[in-house]
Each structure stands twice: as C-alpha cells, then as structure tokens.
C-alpha cells in the first residue's frame, strides 16, 4: 500500500502540433505513413498478455485505396471470448488491489509514450485506416487521447478525495472500489482517442476489461495495446478481441460476471444491447453499469444577426470535417432568410475549394468514408435528394467508389424542414439546411427541438444575447453539449465534457469525473472509537 496522500501530475491539454510545411512532425508522419501503407501486418488478439493468432483473419484495407491491403487480423472463436473473459476475472484480484498511485503512473506514462515515441504511428495508423487527414488524426488519436488519460488520472484522484464527515465518535471513509466481475468496452471507428479511452477509463478505476474495437479501427488499435503493453498495463486487464459482434456480445452479456457496458456507437445497437442486458438480468451477480453514446443529428442555427462569413464556416467545418464522420458533426441547419444568399456564396466557395483524396496529400481537407456500406447509404440519400421536387443540392453531390470510398461534401436545400435528410442520421459529409423567414426565429427553435429523437450536439449564432438566451433555454433538451457562435465539434477533454440525451445516450460526460464514477462501487466505512455497552437509551431511564 502507498506511504502517503499523492499529487499527480497536473493536467494539461496535449498541445496540437501544426504539421506545417518545413516541421519535423510533417517528415515524422509522412515517413511513418509511407512505412506503414506500404508493409503488411499481421494483427493479432490479445489474451491474458498474449497475443493470439487464428486461422480465420481479415483483411484490412484504407478507406481511400480498398484495393490496397495493409494486413490482416485475427477473427474470433467462441473459446477465446471465454478465455478473455476467465482471464479477465482472475487478473482482478491483483489489479483491484493494486494500489491506485500504481495504476494512476501506468496510464499516465501511456500519454507520454502516445505524445512522444508513438506520436508519428498512431497518427498514421489513424490517416491509413479510418482516412484522416494528418490534423483530425492529430487532434484526435495523438492529443485528445494523450487528454484523457491525463485528465483521467487527475479526476480519480478528485473522486477518491470525495469523503464523508467524520466526527469524534466515529471515522468515515468512503471507498471507491472496481465492479465486481469484469466490464465490456465497445468503441467505434471515427475517434481512435474514444477506442483507447473507454477501456482504459475502467482499467484505470481497478476493473478488467474485454474490449471488442469496431472492425475499421483495429489497425490504430494496435497502436493503442503496444503502448499499453509498453506502460505497463499487466496481463488480463485489457483483452482484445476481434470478429463476429453478435457471437462476441452474446457471449459477454450470458456470464453471471458481466457488470458494465462502455459502448459508443449506432442507437439501434445501444438499445439491443440494452434490451439483451435486461433480458438477462436475473443471471447477473450485480446490477450492470449502462454507459452508452451513440447518434446525433446535430444542428447549427443561424439567427439574422449572426455574421455570414461566421455561420459558413461553422457549417462548412462542423459539416465536413473527417467526412462527416463525427457523432457531434453538423447535419442540419437552419438559417435566417435575410442572411441566406451572403452564407451560401461563402460556402459554395468554400466547398469548392477543397480538394479530396488521399490524406497522404497534406493538402487535402476531405479524404474518403470509412467503407463500403456507408458509401452505398450516403449515395443513396444524395441520388434521392438530386430526383425530389423539394429540394436542390447547390453544391458537391457526385460520388465514386472507383479506387476510394469519395463522397463530395454536399449541401442540399430544403423547403420541408421535416425532409428526410433533416430528420435521420446519415454520418457523412452531407448537410442539408433550411431557411427560415427572418420573424419566424422562435417558431424555428420549435422545429429544431422536435425534428430529431437525438440531443448531442448543437450552435446557435447570433450577435442578438436576447436570441443566444431564447435559443439556449428552448433547445435546453436537444443537446448535451450546446455551442454559441462556434460549430457543434471539437470538444476537448477537460473543458467541455461530451455526451448527450434522448436517443443519443445516457450523457454520462466522457472527459470527466461523471464518467469515471459509473466504474466504480462506493463502500461506506464506519469505524466507532468507543463502543457502547448497554443497549438502553437515555429515554429509558425511569
């Protein structure tokens, strides 16, 4: 046990390098890049502190190049959900009692191992296999995850500084033990910081893990166990499995010992998954902890004195950026008729001007989706959009799957505010808007607010306060993180915590100590210093 009350390091935000023409980041990636697409590697599961091969395996090919192998990885047996289960349970007992200063300097060396030695390679496992281009690989697999594991170990300590009174009488201490039995982490493709996060936030608190990443992320996250494995994290607490989703979660969600769910994804998976928890509840050994993220269908506002240039730009990054591929991007707007020609110039020039391809080029700010079905999906809603009557795409909208997964930013305008592109979830770089009469501004938050079944993300812009004040009380509900005068993305662990409501999860704050205190189960202890004798009360007496 520790022999002292410890200060951790201080938690700072990971600086976001520039990559600029001339800097040694730029050769760094670059030549990471090139070694990296032009190798194959052989990705395998990871066990107990093994690592386990199959011979069932998949190939892995970049988003922008699918013709073009990169490796493969290992594809999963019943038995080695099991074995990562079993294995999991009988590394707890060592790691729950573990001493939290110990676990705190595991992950804490991870970010500086991410922010330095595998700074270039992680970065360019995220360019290669999810189509980043080197700054959203950047702020995302380099800095914002090097952020949470920083600010993570921080917020643990403020939680275990968290006690009850004491008195004379008696001394309390609360306890902030792991779940009992192990925890299941499911991460998604878009964020390589959220697939290394959602385990190591729960590993950190004391638990075990299985962690099953999203198909067409587990490139990076080899990148993500090698530094771990490099930490120090010990066998048994993160084991890594690959394959079949069904066959894996069911298997997960059957043992008595499963006690919590980490997830970030589609809505439709979170509430089956939700549905399979309860479904199984009386075979648990404990209540399991529910922790979900999922859609968005996120919207700026543009009020009349917000200024044009601001609002296009606000769509033009909130709309494209990572193709649209984020769950806080912007999907749908909704701007004010007197200000509408001047924004659409800007943004027509903007969206022509970016170039799209392979984020090997550095000059380019689009690269391609993440796979086919997400191709064949986007492509239908655009082909839809160019043959209805009531609406008009003004700019981008061709597509081509030819050597990459191309999908042009594309911006359609609609007369119907409940057009289908308004309302539904598409995840891609695709934006639809409608504009508003200039006196309808608060008929317009109405819409806003009962148009989506999501509540993520949202902006309003404005110059007018009295219009930020109506438009943030009535879209109170509608987003979880809420933006003025900005886009609806980038936020950053450690000042603004990120989740949201209604269908898009259980607003549980990633990045803050809300999330950590899900992974744990407080003890109340009680110690009494002088102990009665009598069971009589004063009030007995005669």
Known sequence: MGKGFFNVPIAVNEPVKSYAPG?????????????????????????????????????????HDHKHVVGTHAIAEKKHIDQAISTALEARTAWADTPWEHRAGIFLKAAELIAGPYRAKINAATMIAQSKTVHQAEIDAACELIDFLRFNVQYMTEIYHDQPESTSDAWNRLEYRPLEGFVYAVTPFNFTAIAGNLPACMALMGNVVVWKPSDSQIYSAKVIMDVFKEAGVPAGVINVVFGDPVMITDTVLASPDFSGLHFTGSTYVFKELWKQIGNNIHNYKTYPKIVGETGGKDFIVAHKTAHPKQVATAIVRGAFEFQGQKCSAASRAYVSKSIWNEVKDYMIKDVNSFKMGSP??????????????????????????????????????????????????????????????????????????????????????????QTSEYALTGAILAQDRYAVVEATKALQNCAGNFYINDKPTGAVVGQQPFGGARASGTNDKAGSALNLLRWVSPRMIKETFVTPVDYRYPFLGE
């Open 23 to 63: 800097s040694p980041e730029r050769a760094a990636v670059l030549d990471a890049y090139k070694t990296m697409f032009n190798s194959k590697i052989d990705v395998p599961m990871y066990i107990n502190g093994q690592d386990v091969k199959t011979e069932k395996t998949h190939t892995m090919s970049p988003p």
């Open 360 to 449: 090997e080029d550095l000059s380019n700010f689009i690269t391609a989706v993440i796979h086919e079905g997400s191709f064949d999906k986007l492509a239908k809603y655009i082909d839809q959009a160019k043959a209805d009557s009531n609406v008009e795409i003004i700019v981008g909208g061709n597509h081509d799957k030819t050597k990459g997964y191309f999908i042009e930013p594309t911006v359609i305008v609609t007369e119907d505010p409940n057009y289908t592109t308004m309302r539904e979830e598409l995840f891609g770089p695709v934006i639809t808007i409608y504009v508003y009469d200039d006196d309808k501004f608060s008929e317009t938050l109405t819409l806003v607010d």
